[in-house]
T-cell receptor, first 115, second 115 residues
Framework: NAGVTQTPKFQVLKTGQSMTLQCAQD?????MYWYRQDPGMGLRLIYY???????DKGEVPNGYNVSRLNKREFSLRLESAAPSQTSVYFC??????????????FGPGTRLTVL | AQSVTQLGSHVSVSEGALVLLRCNYS??????LFWYVQYPNQGLQLLLK??????LVKGINGFEAEFKKSETSFHLTKPSAHMSDAAEYFC?????????????FGKGTKLSVKP
């Protein structure tokens, strides 16, 4: 099993450009998450999908959109990138969305720089 | 609302010394608590989790943590630090289902190990 995979690993954008971060998991998990990590801030939840067909906002959703394409894939889109979106983005998955005790498994991350 | 406070953004220990990383939580419901480790340029990996089965939880790589309800703490310890333990450590809390089942992360503690 590859677990949670993310593409691309690195990306540099200019202000105003758009891009989509891809995430896929092969563990047959129901829930998927997008986080951003900034120095000294820990991880903050952007959006999550508790199950296929549903998405909800997290703590910092402004400037982002998501799509739960199917059970395996959950993408994050930046429509008009801003320098404040320079960050490391992590995707995670969990077997059961409503079961808080379940472990979240993380991907390797995407380092995004917006100039 | 739930929150996590990690005391000390940086902790430095000598190889062979005790590792103690502090985590205090706030939760209006009985919490589930997690410790994750992040090695440089990698994603997060679960070290251990508390799900109310036992207050002393043993994890991977010789780490353990004790849940103390009276102190609202879940400190991470390892008796003898190894150079390979140098990483950033995140404490996280979650409640029950719905959005309360989502993880709330602390800001992280970077552990340095001196030879």
């Amino acid at each position: 099993n590859a677990g949670v995979t993310q593409t691309p690993k690195f990306q540099v954008l200019k202000t105003g450009q758009s891009m989509t971060l891809q995430c896929a998991q092969d563990m047959n998990h129901n829930s998927m998450y997008w986080y951003r990590q900034d120095p000294g801030m820990g991880l903050r939840l952007i959006y999550y999908s508790a199950s296929e067909g549903t998405t909800d906002k997290g703590e910092v959703p402004n400037g982002y959109n998501v799509s739960r394409l199917n059970k395996r894939e959950f993408s994050l889109r930046l429509e008009s990138a801003a320098p404040s979106q320079t960050s490391v983005y992590f995707c995670a998955s969990r077997e059961r969305g409503g079961v808080a005790a379940d472990t979240q498994y993380f991907g390797p991350g995407t380092r995004l720089t917006v100039l | 609302a739930q929150s996590v406070t990690q005391l000390g953004s940086h902790v430095s220990v000598s190889e062979g010394a005790l590792v103690l990383l502090r985590c205090n939580y706030s939760s209006s419901v009985p919490p589930y608590l997690f410790w994750y480790v992040q090695y440089p340029n990698q994603g997060l990996q679960l070290l251990l989790k508390y799900t109310s089965a036992a207050t002393l939880v043993k994890g991977i790589n010789g780490f353990e943590a004790e849940f103390k309800k009276s102190e609202t703490s879940f400190h991470l310890t390892k008796p003898s630090a190894h150079m390979s333990d140098a990483a950033e450590y995140f404490c996280a809390v979650s409640g029950y289902g719905g959005s309360q089942g989502n993880l709330i992360f602390g800001k992280g503690t970077k552990l340095s190990v001196k030879p």
